[in-house]
């Protein structure tokens, strides 16, 4: 699994935009320059994925947000159609079909042959600086994402429950 300090994978995925759901292709030079959120979840049309997947937009004041699984654009785009949970999200789905980029980072149920809920914090050079992997069953607290990228991003000594405008540990 790709860990600390490790270079985020290249590839090239078609995105399910948000608004319109307009498709085009995302490649990991799109991530430059930005703090960026990539986070992989099991399958399209499941329960536990729209409830993780509509609280990323929080994610969007600090970071760049991308949301991967296994399934293909089109399944994206319905699932979006149909599901009010995120039918107004704010940040792009992408498909890894053949799970070819959840290989490369590590992070498949092979079993299920699924994405695990695998989240990776990459600063502005692609660079991993945070990486957590929950089992198929048991969604992720954007909540706790947002307070990591903004602790990664303040530069200091961010104890436990740091949060912005909190003094760094001396």
């Known amino acids: 699994m790709l860990g600390i300090n490790d270079q985020f994978p290249e590839f090239a995925l078609t995105a399910v935009q948000p608004n319109g759901n307009a498709m085009e292709t995302m490649t990991e030079t799109d991530l430059y320059d930005s703090w960026t ?29 991308l949301g991967i699984s296994g399934d293909n654009e089109f399944c994206k785009a319905a699932w979006k159609e149909v599901n009010g949970m995120i039918r107004e999200i704010q940040h792009p789905l992408l498909a890894d079909c053949g799970l070819t980029l959840a290989g490369e980072c590590g992070v498949i149920d092979f079993d299920e042959m699924a994405a695990l809920r695998a989240t990776f914090i990459l600063d502005e050079d692609n660079i991993v600086q945070s990486v957590s992997v929950n089992a198929l069953h048991t969604g992720r607290n954007a909540d706790e994402i947002l307070r990591t990228v903004q602790a990664l991003k303040a530069g200091g000594l961010t104890g436990c429950n740091w949060t912005p405008g909190e003094d760094f540990v001396a």
């Open 37 to 65: 959120v990539v986070y992989f979840y099991p399958k399209d049309f499941t329960f536990i994925c729209p409830t993780e997947i509509a609280e990323m937009d929080k994610l969007l004041s600090e970071a760049q947000v």
